[in-house]
């Protein structure tokens, strides 16, 4: 990290003493006196999909992995060291499921036969192991039926690999019905691969279920909450728009694995346990532990977007599984239940408490509406097919709620048959704003940084939803966050900006990935049970999204935008509440390049700033053990008169905020 810091200071003063005599010169061309069009809020914003363990096992702070038994072993997740399968375990005991048909949403639950309360344990593995660090707090959380009081004491413990214990409580089970208990404990020590030991004083029957462990300090310090450190990561951002629960999951495999927001919300207990898609999908990335618990649903996504500041954006199901795997259609004339579900959570997210799905939303703890605003009809789906059911749900919840901004989608490719036919029918309908998804190399993003320049102002708007440059375009896996990926996003990035007139919503995609237990990559922060970082990748839409400004400019070279020539991209904006003009000029050249500004027509402070991000190497990547080898810089720059010249280093994304007289 040293070696990093010196090696930058030392280019920065290699290129300010000029011995970079022979870098390409560039004059560009700024219009302050006249705003292109507005910069929507929404502009930069984040799209969350539970892949990569990114809800159970990542952003969901449970560390508990099964904990109401419903996985389809329901045992998964749970040993028993001492207890053999083909024995009566004498010197032990045994966990066996019992299934409660009546029960329809949670219907099993865990009864275990304590033989012997000194040979007998029962433990939890968590999610690659659980995260516990020393002398932070842990909430503790079970339903218990001790049938005839036979067991005295239940017993809880963190242990490491060695099973030394790492912290310690009990609890008293005093019902022979169901009841709650709840407890507190300390780790006693940091490591990143604790599990969680039951033992019992006592010998008997006792029944378990929904037994969870939290730590403390959530986001908010709320129950049931978030991991802290994964939220401030978003929240610094400062992202325009949250879209959830993901993309393909939405869809689901076959339509009955969809998902369906009215499973998400509601008692934590009551949210019915299901298979992720992604469990399965990559063979070679197989996950079967890899289940939805809905602990993170609609009413905590709704919750997380209102934290961040950031404008909700729900997106369901269309009646048409991934097109991927089955294609499972709906009947059109069997949509209704699928067009209902719209229209019932626009009532949940915004209805009064006089409302069915409003009062449920108030009797989860919030009585004010959440003020949503879009809601999109599909994820990637396309043909004809999908126009159909778009028609039908653009109809219903335009007719009851009119203001609603409906997204719809171009399908998964920016080309081709599929692309061009759905663009075309949905301009036809007067589509309000489409979805676009596009994941290629660092070349294309570089080559289509004028992608949108030529697009119909009149037509809808575009929705740059799922989108990243994948250094690999293979079925290896293993594509990486590397920074020529990022600053070619980046270049990218300005086209985007640049035509603000049609683009009003970009994120990159997918948000978030467990070290561990991933199926997709690159990805834009990574975490472990312990710690989280942001890739390049994160640190390029941090920058964009934290500068966005509120009206577009003009910037040109020889009265054209910079989309390329001589391996720079611009794009500038002012931020009338800030009073600055912040230009964003990226360098995807090896070499150094000399930009100079003509600021026409601006009033402007002497005293401006300069972030510069950047890193010698394509290869070059952010890591757990080096999170902040590539993040910005930040030093004092000086105007001279009208012009700003300026050095952008090899492979670089400059951000240069200037302020307004």
Same mark, same amino acid.
């Given at each position: 990290?040293?070696?990093?810091?010196?090696?930058?200071?030392?280019?920065?003063?290699?290129?300010?003493?000029?011995?970079?005599?022979?870098?390409?010169?560039? #004059?560009?061309?700024?219009?302050?006196?006249?705003?292109?069009?507005?910069?929507?809020?929404?502009?930069? &914003?984040?799209?969350?999909?539970?892949?990569?363990?990114?809800?159970?096992?990542?952003?969901?702070?449970? +560390? !508990?992995?099964?904990?109401?038994?419903?996985?389809?072993?329901?045992? +998964?997740?749970?040993?028993?060291?001492?207890?053999?399968?083909? $024995?009566?375990?004498?010197?032990?005991?045994?966990?066996?499921?019992?299934?409660?048909?009546?029960?329809?949403?949670?219907?099993?639950?865990?009864?275990?036969?304590?033989?012997?309360?000194? &040979?007998?344990?029962?433990?939890?593995?968590?999610?690659?192991?659980?995260?516990?660090?020393?002398?932070?707090?842990?909430? /503790?959380?079970?339903?218990?039926?001790?049938?005839?009081? *036979?067991?005295?004491?239940?017993?809880?413990?963190?242990?490491?690999?060695?099973? %030394?214990?790492?912290?310690?409580?009990?609890?008293?089970?005093?019902?022979?019905?169901?009841?709650?208990?709840?407890?507190?404990?300390?780790?006693?020590?940091?490591?990143?691969?604790?599990?969680?030991?039951?033992?019992?004083?006592? #010998?008997?029957?006792?029944?378990?279920?929904?037994?969870?462990?939290?730590?403390?300090? #959530?986001?908010?310090?709320?129950?049931?909450?978030?991991?802290?450190?994964?939220?401030?990561?978003?929240?610094?951002?400062?992202?325009?728009?949250?879209?959830?629960?993901?993309?393909?999951?939405?869809?689901?495999? #076959?339509?009955?694995?969809?998902?369906?927001?009215?499973?998400?919300?509601?008692?934590?207990?009551?949210?019915?346990?299901?298979?992720?898609?992604?469990?399965?999908?990559?063979?070679?990335? @197989?996950?079967?532990?890899?289940?939805?618990?809905?602990?993170?649903?609609?009413?905590?996504?709704?919750?997380?977007?209102?934290?961040?500041?950031?404008?909700?954006?729900?997106?369901? $199901?269309?009646?048409?599984?991934?097109?991927?795997?089955?294609?499972?259609?709906?009947?059109?004339?069997?949509?209704?239940?699928?067009?209902?579900? @719209?229209?019932?959570? !626009?009532?949940?997210?915004?209805?009064?408490?006089?409302?069915?799905?409003?009062?449920?939303?108030?009797?989860?703890?919030?009585?004010?509406?959440?003020?949503?605003?879009?809601?999109? *009809?599909?994820?990637?789906?396309?043909?004809?097919?999908?126009?159909?059911?778009?028609?039908?749900?653009?109809? @219903?919840?335009?007719?009851?709620?009119?203001?609603?901004?409906?997204?719809?989608? $171009?399908?998964?490719?920016?080309?081709?048959?599929?692309?061009?036919?759905? +663009?075309?029918?949905?301009?036809?309908?007067?589509?309000?704003?489409?979805?676009?998804?596009?994941?290629?190399?660092?070349?294309?993003?570089?080559?289509?940084?004028?992608?949108?320049?030529?697009?119909?102002?009149?037509?809808?708007?575009?929705?740059?939803?799922?989108?990243?440059?994948?250094?690999?375009?293979?079925?290896?896996?293993?594509? %990486?966050?590397?920074?020529?990926?990022?600053?070619?996003?980046?270049?990218?990035?300005?086209?985007?900006?640049?035509?603000?007139?049609? *683009?009003?919503?970009?994120?990159?995609?997918?948000?978030?990935?467990?070290?561990?237990?991933?199926?997709?990559?690159?990805?834009?922060?990574?975490?472990?049970?312990?710690?989280?970082?942001?890739?390049?990748?994160?640190? =390029?839409?941090?920058?964009?999204?934290?500068?966005?400004?509120?009206?577009? /400019?003009? !910037?040109?070279?020889?009265?054209?935008?910079?989309?390329?020539?001589?391996?720079?991209?611009?794009?500038?904006?002012?931020?009338?509440?800030?009073?600055?003009?912040?230009?964003?000029? =990226?360098?995807?050249?090896?070499?150094?390049?000399?930009?100079?500004?003509?600021? %026409?027509?601006?009033?402007?402070?002497?005293?401006?700033?300069?972030?510069? /991000?950047? $890193?010698?190497?394509?290869?070059?990547?952010?890591?757990?053990?080096?999170?902040?080898?590539?993040?910005?810089?930040?030093?004092?720059?000086?105007?001279?008169?009208?012009?700003?010249? +300026?050095?952008?280093?090899?492979?670089?994304?400059?951000?240069?905020?200037?302020?307004?007289?």
């Amino acid at each position: 990290m040293k070696h990093n810091i010196i090696s930058r200071i030392s280019l920065f003063g290699l290129l300010f003493t000029g011995l970079y005599a022979n870098a390409q010169k560039t #004059t560009l061309e700024l219009d302050a006196t006249k705003s292109v069009t507005k910069i929507q809020p929404t502009m930069f &914003g984040l799209f969350f999909e539970d892949i990569n363990f990114a809800a159970d096992g990542g952003l969901y702070a449970e +560390m !508990i992995k099964n904990r109401s038994f419903e996985f389809e072993k329901p045992l +998964m997740g749970w040993e028993q060291p001492a207890t053999k399968r083909l $024995s009566q375990n004498k010197q032990s005991g045994y966990a066996t499921p019992i299934n409660v048909k009546e029960n329809k949403t949670n219907p099993n639950f865990c009864r275990v036969l304590v033989n012997d309360d000194k &040979g007998y344990a029962i433990v939890n593995e968590g999610f690659r192991g659980m995260g516990v660090k020393k002398d932070a707090k842990y909430n /503790l959380s079970f339903k218990a039926a001790n049938h005839d009081g *036979v067991i005295k004491k239940i017993i809880f413990q963190f242990i490491d690999k060695d099973k %030394k214990v790492l912290g310690e409580t009990s609890i008293v089970p005093t019902s022979n019905d169901w009841k709650t208990y709840s407890t507190q404990f300390t780790a006693t020590q940091t490591e990143a691969k604790a599990k969680l030991k039951i033992t019992f004083e006592g #010998t008997g029957t006792i029944d378990l279920d929904m037994i969870s462990l939290f730590p403390e300090d #959530t986001w908010k310090n709320r129950k049931n909450g978030l991991r802290k450190d994964i939220v401030q990561l978003l929240y610094d951002m400062k992202p325009g728009f949250l879209r959830f629960p993901g993309g393909c999951i939405v869809e689901g495999r #076959t339509l009955a694995d969809r998902y369906q927001w009215k499973n998400s919300v509601g008692e934590i207990e009551n949210r019915k346990t299901m298979t992720n898609r992604w469990n399965v999908e990559f063979p070679k990335k @197989a996950t079967p532990d890899y289940f939805q618990s809905f602990g993170l649903g609609f009413f905590e996504y709704f919750q997380l977007s209102e934290d961040i500041g950031a404008a909700a954006l729900p997106v369901l $199901s269309c009646g048409m599984a991934c097109q991927y795997n089955t294609g499972e259609l709906a009947p059109l004339e069997e949509l209704d239940p699928y067009v209902q579900d @719209a229209l019932d959570l !626009i009532e949940f997210a915004n209805g009064s408490e006089a409302t069915a799905w409003g009062k449920l939303r108030s009797d989860m703890g919030h009585p004010k509406p959440f003020n949503l605003k879009y809601i999109g *009809v599909g994820n990637e789906q396309w043909g004809p097919d999908y126009i159909e059911r778009y028609k039908v749900f653009e109809k @219903a919840i335009k007719a009851k709620y009119p203001k609603i901004i409906i997204v719809s989608g $171009s399908g998964p490719s920016p080309d081709g048959e599929y692309f061009d036919y759905g +663009m075309q029918e949905l301009k036809k309908l007067n589509a309000e704003l489409v979805d676009e998804h596009y994941y290629k190399s660092p070349q294309w993003f570089r080559d289509n940084a004028a992608r949108y320049d030529n697009y119909d102002r009149k037509g809808p708007k575009v929705f740059a939803g799922e989108y990243a440059a994948h250094s690999t375009i293979d079925n290896s896996l293993i594509t %990486k966050n590397n920074w020529e990926s990022a600053f070619s996003e980046a270049a990218f990035m300005t086209g985007l900006e640049r035509n603000a007139e049609v *683009v009003h919503l970009t994120s990159y995609a997918p948000l978030m990935a467990h070290e561990e237990a991933w199926q997709w990559a690159p990805d834009m922060i990574w975490f472990n049970n312990l710690e989280v970082y942001g890739s390049a990748n994160y640190q =390029v839409q941090k920058l964009f999204a934290t500068n966005k400004g509120t009206d577009l /400019l003009n !910037i040109t070279k020889d009265g054209k935008p910079l989309t390329g020539q001589n391996d720079l991209y611009a794009s500038a904006v002012k931020d009338v509440n800030t009073k600055e003009i912040i230009l964003k000029l =990226v360098n995807t050249s090896a070499k150094a390049q000399e930009v100079t500004v003509d600021l %026409k027509g601006s009033k402007l402070e002497s005293k401006g700033k300069v972030i510069t /991000l950047t $890193s010698p190497n394509l290869t070059d990547e952010n890591s757990f053990a080096s999170p902040k080898k590539i993040s910005p810089t930040e030093t004092d720059y000086k105007l001279k008169g009208d012009k700003a010249p +300026m050095s952008l280093l090899p492979y670089s994304v400059t951000v240069l905020k200037l302020k307004m007289k």
